[in-house]
């Protein structure tokens, strides 16, 4: 059965500071991860990473893929409270057409 | 964003009613999923569709059935709702399986 873990579950930080989320894995035919924000709402695509090694940037995020090792990590620099929200982890099998997802990361940005 | 749509958004019921939760998209995707999200549990893959009549069960199927008749129609319905599944329910879609674009979620209680 496959199985995503996000660390930690909840986070509480103040602006500015720098954040990383972890998510590890075990799949048996990994296809890719995926990375989601949810604000008080649905979830809304930030990544999908399917390589080791390559960073996946996007303004004050970023995302790095580790196969080896079986994670990924998501940070976040000069965090604000416009951050704060929950984020989820998926991961996809090469066999199917479904995402397994962790529990997800509760992270709040203080002022 | 992915136009994807729920109704109702907000629902209660009783013990023992039938419910219908529906999902509509216009993106023409061919992959379709309801999820339930529950505290501690992250999002959980209830059924899927990967096309028309096409449909598999997902990780807590249990006491869930659903429909698609349609390419943009995806219905999840509770034959006898019982209180174990007051949650909140998510539609998602995708053109392929990895990318998935999510509704706005439908809180039902079931009292």
């Known amino acids: 059965e496959d199985k995503v873990v996000q660390s930690p579950l909840s986070l509480v930080v103040h602006e500015g500071d720098t954040v990383t989320l972890n998510c590890s894995y075990e799949v048996t035919n990994f296809r890719s991860l995926l990375w989601y924000k949810q604000e008080k709402k649905a979830p809304t695509f930030l990544f999908m990473l399917t390589s080791s090694g390559i960073e996946k940037k996007s303004g004050r995020l970023s995302s790095i893929l580790d196969k080896k090792e079986l994670f990924s990590i998501l940070n976040i620099t000069a965090t604000q409270t416009g951050d704060s929200a929950i984020y989820l982890c998926?991961?996809?099998?090469?066999?199917?057409?479904?995402?397994?997802f962790g529990e997800g990361t509760q992270l709040t940005v203080n002022p | 964003d992915a136009g994807i749509t729920q109704s109702p958004r907000h629902k209660v019921t009783e013990t023992g009613t039938p419910v219908t939760l529906r999902c509509h998209q216009t993106?023409?995707?061919?992959?379709m999923y309801w999820y339930r999200q529950d505290p501690g549990h992250g999002l959980r893959l209830i059924h899927y569709s990967y096309g028309v009549k096409d449909t598999d069960k997902g990780e807590v199927s249990d006491g869930y059935s659903v429909s698609r008749s349609k390419t943009e129609d995806f219905l999840l319905t509770l034959e006898s709702a019982t209180s174990s599944q007051t949650s909140v329910y998510f539609c998602a879609s995708a053109r392929n399986a990895d990318t998935q674009y999510f509704g706005p979620g439908t809180r039902l209680t079931v009292l």
């Open positions: 993106e023409n995707h061919r992959y």
């Open positions: 998926a991961v996809e099998e090469t066999s199917g057409s479904r995402l397994t």
